[in-house]
C-alpha cells in the first residue's frame, strides 16, 4: 500500500476512533464521571449561593447599624478599650482618604488611642509629620478631620504610627540594651552575676529605645490575610484580634459591630 493509499484509509477510519471511547474507559465509568462531575457543580453553586447570601445579610446588617435601627448597637460602652490597633495591608495604606475617615469613625465612637500599623511603614510617612506637629501626641485636626465635624473628642485623640523596622529591629535593640547593662554592672566577686531578665527588663527596654508602648486591647485588621502581618508581638499578650476585610470595602456599622462584640467578650488573665 503506497503513501497515498494510507492516507486515504486513516482519513476515512479517524471519524470512527474519534467517536468511540477509549478501550480503558467503559461505560461504567464515563457515566460515575459525568455523575461526580454534576455533584462537583452542585456543590461549587450551593457554596456560592451560600457566600453570597452571606454577603447580603453582612451588608444589611451594617446598613442597619449604620441607620440606627439597631437599638443594641446604638450605645457602646468601651471602658475596657483603653488602647485599639489598626493593621492595614502596605498596599491598602497608600489610601490616605479611607485611613483618615477610619480615624475619624473612631474618634466619633470615643476611641482615645489608636496605633497604626502597616509592615512597609507607609502609615508611618504619611501621618507622622502630623503626629510630631501636634502637641502633646493628639492628632485631631492635623490628620485632616472635615472641619464641619464638631466633636469633641477628635482634640483628645492620640495616634501611634509604627512599622515592620519597630518589630525584629526593636526587639534587637532592647536585646542590646540588656547586653550592655549587664556588662556594665556588677562585677564584684569572681565574675559577674548570673543574668536573670525579667519581662519587666524586656519592657523597660524596649520603652527605653522607642519602641515600646501600651497593649491594644483590640486589633483590627484590614487586607486579604487574617493575621497581623509583624504587629510586635510583645504588645499583643491579651489582644483581641478581629479581621475585617479589604480597606476599601471598610463600613462603618462592621466598625461599630466589631466595638460590640469586643465589650461583650470576658477575657481571663490568669495570674
Not at 447570601?53 to 457602646?76: A, V
Not at 483628645?156 to 547586653?179: F, H, M, P
Not at 504587629?231 to 466598625?255: N, V
Request: with cysteine; proline share 4%.
Amino acid at each position: 500500500m503506497d503513501s497515498k493509499a494510507m492516507e486515504a484509509f486513516v482519513a476515512s477510519q479517524a471519524p470512527i476512533f474519534l467517536n468511540q471511547a477509549p478501550p480503558h474507559m467503559s461505560r461504567p465509568w464515563i457515566i460515575l464521571k459525568l455523575i461526580l462531575g454534576l455533584l462537583w457543580g452542585i456543590i461549587h453553586l450551593a457554596i456560592s449561593l451560600f457566600n453570597l447570601w452571606s454577603l447580603l445579610i453582612y451588608n444589611l446588617e451594617c446598613y442597619l447599624i449604620s441607620s440606627g435601627l439597631l437599638r443594641k448597637y446604638r450605645y457602646l460602652n468601651l471602658d475596657r478599650l483603653k488602647s485599639l490597633a489598626i493593621v492595614v495591608d502596605s498596599k491598602e495604606a497608600k489610601n490616605t482618604m479611607k485611613i483618615r475617615q477610619l480615624l475619624c469613625w473612631l474618634s466619633t465612637m470615643g476611641v482615645k488611642y489608636i496605633c497604626l500599623y502597616d509592615i512597609e511603614g507607609v502609615l508611618k510617612k504619611s501621618f507622622e509629620p502630623a503626629m510630631k506637629g501636634s502637641r502633646d501626641g493628639k492628632a485631631g485636626e492635623y490628620l485632616g478631620f472635615d472641619a464641619s465635624i464638631s466633636h469633641s473628642s477628635h482634640k483628645d485623640l492620640v495616634v501611634e504610627c509604627i512599622s515592620g523596622s519597630d518589630g525584629k529591629e526593636g526587639i534587637a535593640k532592647a536585646a542590646n540594651l540588656l547586653c550592655s547593662t549587664y556588662l556594665n554592672g556588677d562585677t564584684h566577686g569572681n565574675g559577674k552575676r548570673e543574668p536573670a531578665f525579667t519581662e519587666a527588663d524586656m519592657a523597660s527596654s524596649l520603652k527605653a529605645v522607642g519602641c515600646g508602648g501600651p497593649e491594644p486591647d483590640l486589633l483590627l485588621m484590614y487586607g486579604p490575610a487574617r493575621c497581623h502581618l509583624g504587629f510586635p508581638a510583645w504588645r499583643l499578650r491579651y489582644t483581641e484580634i478581629m479581621h475585617m476585610g479589604p480597606l476599601k470595602s471598610m463600613k462603618y456599622g462592621a466598625i461599630v459591630k466589631a466595638l460590640y462584640n469586643f465589650s461583650k467578650k470576658y477575657q481571663n488573665y490568669g495570674k
